[in-house]
Protein backbone atom coordinates (compact mmCIF):
# COMPACT_ATOMS: atom_id res chain seq x y z
CA UNK A 1 0.00 0.00 0.00
CA UNK A 2 1.45 3.01 -1.01
CA UNK A 3 1.27 6.36 0.94
CA UNK A 4 2.17 10.07 0.60
CA UNK A 5 5.13 10.62 2.44
CA UNK A 6 5.23 13.38 4.92
CA UNK A 7 4.75 16.60 5.10
CA UNK A 8 7.88 18.71 5.94
CA UNK A 9 6.93 21.74 8.34
CA UNK A 10 9.15 24.06 8.94
CA UNK A 11 10.19 25.54 12.61
CA UNK A 12 9.98 28.76 12.10
CA UNK A 13 7.79 31.45 14.18
CA UNK A 14 8.54 30.16 17.78
CA UNK A 15 10.63 32.63 18.88
CA UNK A 16 8.45 35.49 17.00
CA UNK A 17 5.89 34.03 19.15
CA UNK A 18 7.40 35.30 22.53
CA UNK A 19 8.44 39.06 20.90
CA UNK A 20 7.25 41.36 23.71
CA UNK A 21 6.07 44.25 20.93
CA UNK A 22 8.67 46.74 23.04
CA UNK A 23 8.45 45.60 26.48
CA UNK A 24 11.56 43.79 28.17
CA UNK A 25 11.44 39.82 28.77
CA UNK A 26 12.01 38.44 31.75
CA UNK A 27 12.13 34.88 31.43
CA UNK A 28 11.34 32.61 34.82
CA UNK A 29 10.94 29.14 34.20
CA UNK A 30 10.14 27.28 37.17
CA UNK A 31 8.82 24.05 36.90
CA UNK A 32 7.98 23.22 40.35
CA UNK A 33 5.01 25.55 40.25
CA UNK A 34 3.71 22.29 39.31
CA UNK A 35 2.95 20.85 42.42
CA UNK A 36 3.20 17.41 41.27
CA UNK A 37 6.56 18.19 39.66
CA UNK A 38 7.66 19.15 43.04
CA UNK A 39 6.47 16.29 44.75
CA UNK A 40 8.54 14.59 41.68
CA UNK A 41 11.89 16.50 42.79
CA UNK A 42 12.45 14.50 45.90
CA UNK A 43 13.25 11.56 43.55
CA UNK A 44 15.05 13.26 41.13
CA UNK A 45 16.96 16.11 42.59
CA UNK A 46 18.38 16.76 38.95
CA UNK A 47 15.28 18.89 38.36
CA UNK A 48 16.60 21.75 40.04
CA UNK A 49 18.73 22.41 36.78
CA UNK A 50 15.51 22.87 34.75
CA UNK A 51 15.27 26.34 34.69
CA UNK A 52 18.14 27.02 32.99
CA UNK A 53 16.34 25.62 29.77
CA UNK A 54 15.06 29.19 29.17
CA UNK A 55 18.25 30.05 28.27
CA UNK A 56 17.21 28.72 24.90
CA UNK A 57 14.40 30.89 24.49
CA UNK A 58 16.76 34.33 25.31
CA UNK A 59 18.51 36.93 22.94
CA UNK A 60 21.52 38.88 23.94
CA UNK A 61 19.04 41.61 25.44
CA UNK A 62 16.52 38.93 27.80
CA UNK A 63 16.57 38.51 31.36
CA UNK A 64 16.86 35.11 32.47
CA UNK A 65 16.30 33.96 36.01
CA UNK A 66 17.57 30.63 37.18
CA UNK A 67 17.64 28.95 40.83
CA UNK A 68 21.69 28.20 40.33
CA UNK A 69 24.75 29.63 38.84
CA UNK A 70 25.43 28.59 35.13
CA UNK A 71 28.81 27.65 34.27
CA UNK A 72 29.91 31.01 32.34
CA UNK A 73 31.92 28.54 29.86
CA UNK A 74 28.72 27.07 28.68
CA UNK A 75 27.29 30.73 28.43
CA UNK A 76 30.29 31.11 26.20
CA UNK A 77 29.52 28.39 24.22
CA UNK A 78 26.17 29.58 23.39
CA UNK A 79 27.58 32.77 23.06
CA UNK A 80 29.54 31.40 20.23
CA UNK A 81 26.44 29.89 18.68
CA UNK A 82 24.71 33.33 18.67
CA UNK A 83 22.12 32.38 20.87
CA UNK A 84 21.41 32.68 24.81
CA UNK A 85 21.85 36.06 26.77
CA UNK A 86 25.30 37.61 27.98
CA UNK A 87 26.20 36.56 31.39
CA UNK A 88 25.87 39.85 33.10
CA UNK A 89 21.76 39.06 32.15
CA UNK A 90 21.34 35.91 33.90
CA UNK A 91 19.90 36.51 37.43
CA UNK A 92 20.64 33.20 39.63
CA UNK A 93 18.66 33.16 43.01
CA UNK A 94 21.21 31.61 44.87
CA UNK A 95 24.96 31.03 44.87
CA UNK A 96 24.93 27.83 46.94
CA UNK A 97 23.13 24.61 46.45
CA UNK A 98 19.41 24.70 46.93
CA UNK A 99 17.38 22.07 48.44
CA UNK A 100 15.62 19.71 45.63
CA UNK A 101 12.28 21.30 44.66
CA UNK A 102 13.15 24.65 45.78
CA UNK A 103 10.87 27.43 43.96
CA UNK A 104 12.29 29.99 41.99
CA UNK A 105 9.58 32.05 41.51
CA UNK A 106 8.76 32.26 45.12
CA UNK A 107 12.60 32.90 46.04
CA UNK A 108 12.65 35.90 43.69
CA UNK A 109 9.39 37.31 44.83
CA UNK A 110 10.43 37.35 48.52
CA UNK A 111 14.31 39.41 47.51
CA UNK A 112 14.45 42.47 47.03
CA UNK A 113 17.95 42.74 45.46
CA UNK A 114 17.32 40.49 43.36
CA UNK A 115 13.87 42.01 42.41
CA UNK A 116 16.28 45.29 42.06
CA UNK A 117 18.58 43.93 39.83
CA UNK A 118 16.20 42.09 37.28
CA UNK A 119 14.53 46.56 37.53
CA UNK A 120 17.90 47.38 36.67
CA UNK A 121 18.29 45.13 33.54
CA UNK A 122 14.92 45.51 32.19
CA UNK A 123 15.07 49.95 31.90
CA UNK A 124 14.42 51.74 30.42
CA UNK A 125 11.54 49.71 29.02
CA UNK A 126 8.01 50.82 29.55
CA UNK A 127 6.73 47.45 30.27
CA UNK A 128 7.87 43.60 31.15
CA UNK A 129 6.60 40.94 30.19
CA UNK A 130 7.11 37.76 32.70
CA UNK A 131 7.35 34.52 29.95
CA UNK A 132 6.78 31.72 32.46
CA UNK A 133 7.25 27.85 31.99
CA UNK A 134 3.10 27.66 33.14
CA UNK A 135 1.33 30.15 34.74
CA UNK A 136 0.13 29.80 37.96
CA UNK A 137 -0.74 31.91 41.09
CA UNK A 138 2.71 32.00 42.05
CA UNK A 139 3.98 33.71 38.29
CA UNK A 140 0.94 35.99 39.50
CA UNK A 141 2.43 36.67 42.57
CA UNK A 142 6.09 37.37 41.29
CA UNK A 143 4.55 39.45 38.61
CA UNK A 144 2.99 41.85 41.28
CA UNK A 145 6.50 41.75 43.32
CA UNK A 146 8.02 43.23 40.35
CA UNK A 147 6.17 45.40 39.51
CA UNK A 148 6.07 47.36 42.64
CA UNK A 149 10.09 46.97 42.93
CA UNK A 150 10.52 48.14 39.11
CA UNK A 151 7.53 50.91 39.04
CA UNK A 152 7.10 49.01 35.42
CA UNK A 153 3.49 47.21 34.28
CA UNK A 154 4.80 43.81 34.49
CA UNK A 155 2.65 41.27 32.05
CA UNK A 156 2.51 37.18 32.79
CA UNK A 157 2.17 35.26 28.97
CA UNK A 158 0.24 32.19 29.87
CA UNK A 159 -2.99 33.41 30.68
CA UNK A 160 -5.49 32.80 33.31
CA UNK A 161 -3.80 30.65 36.14
CA UNK A 162 -7.52 28.70 36.65
CA UNK A 163 -7.91 28.38 32.93
CA UNK A 164 -4.35 26.94 33.06
CA UNK A 165 -4.90 24.55 36.16
CA UNK A 166 -8.54 23.30 34.12
CA UNK A 167 -6.48 22.72 31.22
CA UNK A 168 -3.33 20.52 32.79
CA UNK A 169 -6.45 17.90 33.81
CA UNK A 170 -6.53 15.07 31.51
CA UNK A 171 -10.16 13.96 32.53
CA UNK A 172 -11.25 17.74 31.95
CA UNK A 173 -9.88 18.29 28.69
CA UNK A 174 -10.79 14.44 26.85
CA UNK A 175 -14.58 15.22 26.78
CA UNK A 176 -13.95 18.70 25.52
CA UNK A 177 -12.17 17.36 23.06
CA UNK A 178 -15.05 14.44 22.06
CA UNK A 179 -17.66 17.03 22.00
CA UNK A 180 -15.17 19.41 19.38
CA UNK A 181 -14.85 16.13 17.10
CA UNK A 182 -11.25 15.68 17.93
CA UNK A 183 -10.10 11.80 17.63
CA UNK A 184 -10.11 10.37 21.03
CA UNK A 185 -9.16 6.47 21.63
CA UNK A 186 -11.84 4.60 23.07
CA UNK A 187 -12.03 4.81 26.78
CA UNK A 188 -13.59 6.88 29.86
CA UNK A 189 -12.67 8.82 33.08
CA UNK A 190 -13.16 6.95 36.59
CA UNK A 191 -13.76 9.40 39.58
CA UNK A 192 -11.24 7.99 42.28
CA UNK A 193 -12.26 10.39 44.70
CA UNK A 194 -9.58 11.54 47.78
CA UNK A 195 -6.90 9.30 48.43
CA UNK A 196 -7.77 9.45 51.61
CA UNK A 197 -10.67 8.88 51.68
CA UNK A 198 -10.79 6.50 48.73
CA UNK A 199 -14.05 3.93 48.67
CA UNK A 200 -13.25 0.25 48.60
CA UNK A 201 -15.69 -0.02 45.50
CA UNK A 202 -13.52 2.39 43.26
CA UNK A 203 -10.91 -0.49 42.44
CA UNK A 204 -13.77 -3.02 41.75
CA UNK A 205 -14.87 -0.15 39.15
CA UNK A 206 -11.64 0.66 37.80
CA UNK A 207 -10.62 -3.38 37.26
CA UNK A 208 -13.90 -3.59 34.90
CA UNK A 209 -12.97 -0.34 33.29
CA UNK A 210 -9.20 -1.78 32.53
CA UNK A 211 -10.96 -5.17 31.34
CA UNK A 212 -13.18 -3.35 29.28
CA UNK A 213 -10.91 -1.23 27.20
CA UNK A 214 -7.79 -4.10 27.04
CA UNK A 215 -10.45 -6.44 25.28
CA UNK A 216 -10.82 -4.20 22.37
CA UNK A 217 -7.01 -4.00 21.71
CA UNK A 218 -5.18 -6.35 23.89
CA UNK A 219 -3.78 -3.79 26.12
CA UNK A 220 -5.60 -0.25 28.23
CA UNK A 221 -3.50 2.57 29.20
CA UNK A 222 -4.57 4.27 32.36
CA UNK A 223 -3.48 8.00 32.50
CA UNK A 224 -3.41 10.02 35.86
CA UNK A 225 -5.31 13.37 35.29
CA UNK A 226 -2.00 14.92 36.08
CA UNK A 227 1.21 13.85 36.61
CA UNK A 228 4.91 13.83 36.32
CA UNK A 229 7.61 12.02 34.18
CA UNK A 230 5.54 9.23 33.12
CA UNK A 231 4.46 8.26 36.84
CA UNK A 232 1.46 8.37 36.23
CA UNK A 233 0.66 6.35 33.51
CA UNK A 234 0.16 2.31 33.82
CA UNK A 235 0.14 -0.26 30.44
CA UNK A 236 -2.19 -3.16 31.50
CA UNK A 237 -3.61 -6.42 29.58
CA UNK A 238 -6.99 -7.80 31.02
CA UNK A 239 -4.80 -10.35 33.54
CA UNK A 240 -3.19 -7.02 34.51
CA UNK A 241 -6.16 -5.09 35.51
CA UNK A 242 -6.70 -6.11 39.16
CA UNK A 243 -3.29 -5.64 40.95
CA UNK A 244 -3.04 -2.59 38.43
CA UNK A 245 -6.55 -1.21 39.63
CA UNK A 246 -5.11 -1.82 43.25
CA UNK A 247 -2.12 -0.18 42.94
CA UNK A 248 -3.29 2.91 41.62
CA UNK A 249 -6.15 3.39 43.96
CA UNK A 250 -3.82 2.36 46.71
CA UNK A 251 -1.12 4.96 45.61
CA UNK A 252 -2.10 7.71 42.97
CA UNK A 253 -2.64 11.18 44.22
CA UNK A 254 -5.19 12.11 41.15
CA UNK A 255 -8.74 12.31 42.07
CA UNK A 256 -9.69 11.07 38.63
CA UNK A 257 -8.16 9.09 35.81
CA UNK A 258 -8.45 8.35 32.07
CA UNK A 259 -8.69 4.62 30.69
CA UNK A 260 -7.94 4.10 26.75
CA UNK A 261 -7.63 1.50 24.46
CA UNK A 262 -4.23 1.21 24.08
CA UNK A 263 -3.41 1.53 20.39
CA UNK A 264 -0.14 0.99 18.80
CA UNK A 265 1.33 3.73 17.99
CA UNK A 266 3.50 4.31 14.65
CA UNK A 267 4.49 7.88 16.04
CA UNK A 268 3.68 10.14 18.65
CA UNK A 269 3.89 14.09 17.37
CA UNK A 270 3.94 17.19 19.12
CA UNK A 271 2.27 20.07 17.97
CA UNK A 272 3.41 23.49 19.49
CA UNK A 273 0.82 26.65 19.00
CA UNK A 274 0.96 29.54 19.87
CA UNK A 275 -2.37 31.69 20.95
CA UNK A 276 -2.59 35.02 20.81
CA UNK A 277 -4.81 36.58 23.51
CA UNK A 278 -8.08 36.52 22.05
CA UNK A 279 -9.52 37.80 19.51
CA UNK A 280 -5.56 37.18 17.66
CA UNK A 281 -4.67 34.09 15.68
CA UNK A 282 -3.24 31.27 17.00
CA UNK A 283 -0.74 29.32 14.95
CA UNK A 284 1.55 26.17 15.04
CA UNK A 285 5.35 26.91 15.61
CA UNK A 286 6.72 23.67 15.34
CA UNK A 287 5.84 20.01 15.40
CA UNK A 288 8.45 16.77 16.81
CA UNK A 289 7.75 13.18 16.90
CA UNK A 290 8.30 11.96 21.01
CA UNK A 291 11.12 9.58 21.48
CA UNK A 292 9.33 7.49 24.39
CA UNK A 293 10.87 4.45 26.40
CA UNK A 294 8.56 1.26 26.63
CA UNK A 295 6.47 2.59 29.43
CA UNK A 296 5.82 5.89 27.34
CA UNK A 297 7.41 8.28 28.88
CA UNK A 298 8.86 11.54 27.48
CA UNK A 299 12.94 10.56 26.34
CA UNK A 300 13.02 13.46 23.97
CA UNK A 301 12.00 14.86 20.85
CA UNK A 302 13.12 14.30 16.66
CA UNK A 303 12.70 17.39 13.99
CA UNK A 304 11.45 16.98 11.77
CA UNK A 305 8.13 15.18 12.20
CA UNK A 306 7.79 11.92 10.41
CA UNK A 307 4.16 12.14 10.96
CA UNK A 308 1.68 11.22 7.63
CA UNK A 309 -1.41 12.79 9.85
CA UNK A 310 -0.47 16.36 10.28
CA UNK A 311 -2.65 17.94 8.46
CA UNK A 312 -5.31 16.24 10.76
CA UNK A 313 -3.59 16.82 13.79
CA UNK A 314 -3.07 20.55 12.67
CA UNK A 315 -6.46 21.09 12.77
CA UNK A 316 -7.43 19.19 15.51
CA UNK A 317 -4.78 21.44 17.33
CA UNK A 318 -6.38 24.53 16.36
CA UNK A 319 -9.70 23.80 17.42
CA UNK A 320 -8.38 23.06 20.49
CA UNK A 321 -6.21 26.17 20.91
CA UNK A 322 -9.32 28.06 19.52
CA UNK A 323 -11.14 26.82 22.61
CA UNK A 324 -8.80 27.46 25.12
CA UNK A 325 -8.17 31.01 23.76
CA UNK A 326 -12.05 31.38 24.17
CA UNK A 327 -11.35 30.39 27.75
CA UNK A 328 -8.48 33.10 28.70
CA UNK A 329 -5.58 31.83 28.20
CA UNK A 330 -2.30 33.13 25.84
CA UNK A 331 1.02 31.92 25.36
CA UNK A 332 2.54 28.08 23.95
CA UNK A 333 0.20 25.34 24.53
CA UNK A 334 1.67 21.93 23.92
CA UNK A 335 -0.77 19.16 22.04
CA UNK A 336 0.40 15.46 22.16
CA UNK A 337 -1.28 13.32 19.42
CA UNK A 338 -0.63 9.38 18.60
CA UNK A 339 -0.53 8.32 15.18
CA UNK A 340 -1.66 4.83 13.88
CA UNK A 341 -3.04 2.43 11.48
CA UNK A 342 -6.53 1.45 11.61
CA UNK A 343 -7.09 -2.15 11.92
CA UNK A 344 -10.16 -1.81 9.65
CA UNK A 345 -9.19 0.23 7.11
CA UNK A 346 -5.75 -0.16 7.30
CA UNK A 347 -5.34 3.88 6.95
CA UNK A 348 -3.33 5.92 8.74
CA UNK A 349 -4.96 7.74 11.70
CA UNK A 350 -4.49 10.47 14.62
CA UNK A 351 -5.87 11.00 17.93
CA UNK A 352 -5.11 13.15 20.81
CA UNK A 353 -3.99 12.30 23.83
CA UNK A 354 -3.45 15.81 26.04
CA UNK A 355 -2.67 19.31 26.28
CA UNK A 356 0.12 20.58 27.93
CA UNK A 357 -0.95 24.29 28.54
CA UNK A 358 2.60 25.91 29.15
CA UNK A 359 6.31 25.54 28.08
CA UNK A 360 7.06 21.87 27.35
CA UNK A 361 10.26 19.70 26.56
CA UNK A 362 9.98 20.08 22.24
CA UNK A 363 10.07 23.92 23.17
CA UNK A 364 13.68 24.16 23.94
CA UNK A 365 15.38 22.55 20.95
CA UNK A 366 12.81 23.79 18.52
CA UNK A 367 14.20 27.75 19.75
CA UNK A 368 17.26 26.69 20.01
CA UNK A 369 17.44 25.42 16.11
CA UNK A 370 15.51 28.48 14.90
CA UNK A 371 18.07 30.53 17.14
CA UNK A 372 21.13 28.93 15.19
CA UNK A 373 19.38 28.97 12.34
CA UNK A 374 19.02 33.37 12.24
CA UNK A 375 22.52 33.62 13.78
CA UNK A 376 23.90 31.23 10.95
CA UNK A 377 22.06 33.06 8.06
CA UNK A 378 23.46 36.52 9.49
CA UNK A 379 26.89 35.13 8.95
CA UNK A 380 25.62 33.46 5.64
CA UNK A 381 25.70 29.68 6.40
CA UNK A 382 23.19 26.78 5.11
CA UNK A 383 20.41 26.19 7.64
CA UNK A 384 20.28 23.06 10.06
CA UNK A 385 17.32 20.97 8.93
CA UNK A 386 16.81 18.50 11.63
CA UNK A 387 17.36 17.37 15.27
CA UNK A 388 17.54 14.94 17.94
CA UNK A 389 17.50 15.68 21.57
CA UNK A 390 17.77 13.31 24.69
CA UNK A 391 19.28 12.89 27.97
CA UNK A 392 21.49 10.11 28.96
CA UNK A 393 23.52 8.61 31.68
CA UNK A 394 27.38 9.87 32.20
CA UNK A 395 30.23 9.63 34.21
CA UNK A 396 31.18 12.80 33.25
CA UNK A 397 30.39 15.44 36.44
CA UNK A 398 30.99 18.99 34.93
CA UNK A 399 30.74 21.02 31.82
CA UNK A 400 34.61 20.94 31.84
CA UNK A 401 34.88 17.59 31.82
CA UNK A 402 32.25 16.99 29.03
CA UNK A 403 33.90 19.58 26.85
CA UNK A 404 36.68 17.85 27.15
CA UNK A 405 35.54 14.28 26.05
CA UNK A 406 32.55 15.19 23.53
CA UNK A 407 34.43 18.85 21.99
CA UNK A 408 35.59 16.83 18.64
CA UNK A 409 31.48 16.35 18.09
CA UNK A 410 30.50 20.02 19.57
CA UNK A 411 28.61 21.91 16.77
CA UNK A 412 30.92 25.36 15.29
CA UNK A 413 29.32 28.09 13.93
CA UNK A 414 29.03 27.49 10.48
CA UNK A 415 29.12 23.41 10.58
CA UNK A 416 26.45 21.53 8.57
CA UNK A 417 26.09 19.32 11.85
CA UNK A 418 27.17 19.04 15.47
CA UNK A 419 26.03 18.54 19.42
CA UNK A 420 25.25 20.98 21.97
CA UNK A 421 24.81 20.26 25.61
CA UNK A 422 21.69 21.52 27.45
CA UNK A 423 20.71 21.33 30.96
CA UNK A 424 24.48 21.46 32.76
CA UNK A 425 23.20 21.35 35.61
CA UNK A 426 22.16 17.92 35.13
CA UNK A 427 26.01 17.12 35.08
CA UNK A 428 26.86 16.92 38.64
CA UNK A 429 23.59 14.09 39.10
CA UNK A 430 25.02 12.08 36.48
CA UNK A 431 23.08 12.84 33.56
CA UNK A 432 23.66 14.64 30.26
CA UNK A 433 21.50 16.19 28.16
CA UNK A 434 22.43 16.65 24.10
CA UNK A 435 21.24 17.78 20.92
CA UNK A 436 22.11 16.55 17.75
CA UNK A 437 21.99 18.83 14.74
CA UNK A 438 22.62 17.82 11.34
CA UNK A 439 21.00 18.02 7.73
CA UNK A 440 18.67 15.06 8.31
CA UNK A 441 17.34 13.02 11.44
CA UNK A 442 19.39 9.97 11.01
CA UNK A 443 22.65 12.31 10.75
CA UNK A 444 21.31 13.82 13.97
CA UNK A 445 20.73 10.93 15.53
CA UNK A 446 23.99 9.10 14.63
CA UNK A 447 26.00 11.52 15.88
CA UNK A 448 23.99 12.16 18.78
CA UNK A 449 24.58 7.87 19.18
CA UNK A 450 28.34 9.22 19.28
CA UNK A 451 28.24 11.41 21.39
CA UNK A 452 26.22 8.95 24.20
CA UNK A 453 28.95 6.62 23.40
CA UNK A 454 31.59 9.23 24.73
CA UNK A 455 29.63 10.00 27.94
Not at 217 to 230: E, F
Not at 295 to 306: K, W
Request: hydrophobic share 45%.
Amino acid sequence: MSEDPAPHLPATGLLDSLRADGAARVFVHDIFSHEYMARAARDHPELNARQERALLLANGTDVVCVLEPVDRAYLGLLAELGIGPGPERVVTASEARLPSGSRLTTLLAADAARLARIGELVAPAIAVELHPFISTWREAALARALSASAGLPVRVRGGDPEVVERADHKHLVRPRAEAMGVPVADGEIVSLGSRTRREPSVTAVLERAIRRLAAATGRAIVKGSRGALGTMTRLAGPDEAAPIAREICESWENEACVVESFLELTLSPNVMMHVAPAPGPVRCVGVTDQRLDPGLAHRGNVFPSAARTLEAMLESATRLSRWLQSEGFDGLAGFDFGEYRDPASGRLRHFFVEVNPRVNASVYPLAMLEGLNRARSRAGHPPLAAFVSGTDATALRSFAELRHACSPLFLRPGGPAGVVPYVTGYLPHGKAALVAFGRSPEEAEDLRARAVELL
